[in-house]
């Protein structure tokens, strides 16, 4: 179940990350899907995204814990165990929880901050010059990405299909092809949060449905995009479907005090 959790958030982030910069002629498909236990793979995949420096092969995060209030608190994922670089440094992986009425819900939290001119001219009129407009150019970009969601789907399926036939190809084992789907329902069109300050923070979420092998795993994701003075900021938070509420209360409530703190 934490696996099928993290390809969701996964998927999802890829596509928040970047989406925003893609045209209407030019999109690009999600990343395919990835696990957090393949450690390397997922720092080879999100290492321009992570300047804010890496620990050994898993790119650095920004989190760290922290009392949400109402029951809420979100926990870094404690790598020192077996990473011993890793004690005290934030990590891009970590857990929302929730703790009402002798009930503990959780969510698992991806959190990566970049920078990079590349990055500065995808994500440009999306924060206008002062960090805290949109121009015209970051309107038609948000429109652009919102028209994409509604084949986000379809595009997510592709990559998991080149995804499998790679791995016959280099295995030569028959896997088949109708191992893993997802399915999307219930998808937010990307907007601007509220109650942010002067910050513009960007939000879109929804369920994913994975199907794997029979199995149906219902998932809920949401992921934030917003402008640090150090670069670019993404939280992805992802549930079981049932525990979404608390979900989007802990991740709404993350994301406002990490702006607050900052600002």
């Given at each position: 179940?934490?696996?099928?959790?993290y390809i969701a958030a996964l998927l999802l982030a890829g596509a928040a990350w970047a989406g925003p910069a893609a045209s209407a002629e030019e999109t690009v498909p999600a990343p395919a899907a990835a696990t957090v236990s393949a450690g390397s793979a997922v720092s080879e995949e999100l290492s321009p995204a992570a300047s804010a420096g890496v620990i050994g092969e898993v790119p650095a995060g920004f989190l760290e814990a922290a009392d949400?209030?109402?029951g809420m608190s979100y926990h870094p994922l404690d790598l020192s165990s077996f990473m011993p670089e890793a004690a005290g440094a934030?990590?891009?992986?970590?857990q929302l929880r929730t703790e009402r009425d002798g009930i503990t819900?959780?969510?698992?939290?991806l959190n990566l901050e970049g920078r990079s001119?590349?990055?500065?001219?995808?994500?440009?009129g999306l924060f206008g010059a002062d960090g805290k407009t949109v121009t015209p150019e970051g309107v038609q970009k948000i429109a652009a990405f919102n028209h994409?969601?509604?084949?986000?789907?379809a595009m997510l399926n592709q990559a998991i299909l080149e995804s499998i036939a790679e791995t016959r190809r280099e295995t030569g084992e028959p896997m088949p092809y109708s191992i893993l789907h997802t399915e999307l329902r219930s998808v937010e069109a990307l907007h601007?949060?509220?109650d942010t300050g002067d910050a513009l923070v960007y939000t879109t979420g929804g369920r994913v449905l994975l199907y794997m092998d029979g199995w149906v795993f219902p998932q809920y994701v949401r992921a934030y995009l917003w402008k640090s003075a150090d670069g670019y900021r993404l939280i992805a938070v992802s549930a079981?479907?049932?525990q979404k509420d608390a979900a989007q209360e802990a991740g709404d409530r993350l994301v406002r005090r990490c702006v607050q703190t900052a600002g």
């Open positions: 179940m934490k696996k099928t959790a949400l209030g109402d934030p990590v891009m992986i970590g819900q959780t969510a698992d939290v001119p590349e990055m500065d001219a995808l994500f440009a994409m969601l509604g084949n986000a789907g601007l949060m509220r079981n479907d049932s």
